[in-house]
């Protein structure tokens, strides 16, 4: 199955809560990658630590979590890494 994310619920110190397209609410901890590419200072992923940047996560139009900096991540990746919560819509 391919994942796409068809709604940002909440977004909250590097978490973005999604609905995806399975029906699923699910939480993903994006700290660990953010973590690791600013500590090697990026320059693009690294941005996401600004946490008043992060929280200006969109959707693109594929149901890709992106940036105004470029930065997006593969919603397959996303749904793999992301905790199922409890409440369904």
Known sequence: MLYYI???VAVDNYNVTCL???G???TID???IIDKYQK???G???ALADKAFFCT???DSYGTLC???GVDFDPDNLYRLSKSEIATI
Do not use: M
């Open 20 to 22: 995806f397209n399975t």
């Open 57 to 59: 996560v969109k959707l």
């Open 44 to 46: 693009l992923i690294s």
């Open 30 to 32: 994006l700290y660990p």
């Open 40 to 42: 090697i200072n990026d």
């Open 67 to 69: 940036w105004e900096n």
């Open 24 to 26: 699923e609410v699910r």
């Open 6 to 8: 068809k709604k940002i």
